[in-house]
């Protein structure tokens, strides 16, 4: 693909994934066929923000589990509330991240 | 983090060993100390989330007041095989050098993942949520 979208796709979605997957991300998306490209741009990815808004208000009912996809991770976070609330506060922290790992998941299905 | 066999399992433990040690905890102490309470909104907002009153569900579970355990919350149940199940299954797939409970944990995720039991499934909880604000556990 070419290098110019390559760069435009990292531009806008770069806050979508950790860090240190990026370059592989770009240095993989340069190499790929166009043909992928209206279904790379048009994948819809979570937001980080918006699930640790959620985890904040809703996390003791394993609801930001849910909205990223963990749903057995969910369902332990509600039938314990939230982990007896110390998962909940964990989950914090480490709810952007999976979010993250959760994106890459996604992209990986069509990079590869 | 991505989840695998083994990350599952230790997840998993903690989880049990967590509500094991809890359990022990709440049934040495006296039955009538409030300040045993686990649950965060309880706490917080002065509602019962969906699963309060898990605790004194199994406790009468292992008391053998089985209708006691399903009107003080019928996740007690639920709960009560997870506890008593995984473990086991757990210790067969370790032995044994297999993944049969995380194959079968990432097929009832697939499963709750459609519509057609995720939307009967949230609505037993909300009922159960409303019929535990009602009771006032």
Known sequence: MEAQKVDMFIMTNAKFFESHHINSIRERLIVLDDSKWPMISTLQLKDPTTSLIISILAGSLGIDRFMIGDTGLGVGKLLTCGGFGIWAIIDWFMIQEATREKNMQKLQQFLY | ???????????????????????????????????????????????????????????????????????????????????????????????????????FYEKMEYYLRKPVYAIPLIFIVIINWIWNITKEL
């Not at chain 2, 903690?14 to 045993?36: M, N």
């Not at chain 2, 019962?48 to 007690?76: D, M, Q, V, W, Y």
């Open chain 2, 1 to 103: 983090m991505t989840l695998n066999r083994n990350k599952l399992y230790s997840i998993i433990f903690i989880g049990c060993l967590a509500g094991y040690i809890w359990l022990y905890y709440v049934a040495t102490q006296s039955q009538t100390d409030p300040s045993v309470e686990a649950c965060f909104i309880k706490h917080t907002l002065n509602i019962p989330c969906p699963s309060c009153g898990s605790t004194r569900s199994i406790i009468s579970l292992t008391k053998g007041h089985f209708t006691e355990a399903l009107l003080i919350n019928p996740l007690g149940y639920l709960i009560t095989i997870i506890l008593l199940v995984s473990p086991l299954w757990m210790v067969y797939d370790i032995i044994t050098k297999r993944k049969t409970l995380f194959e």
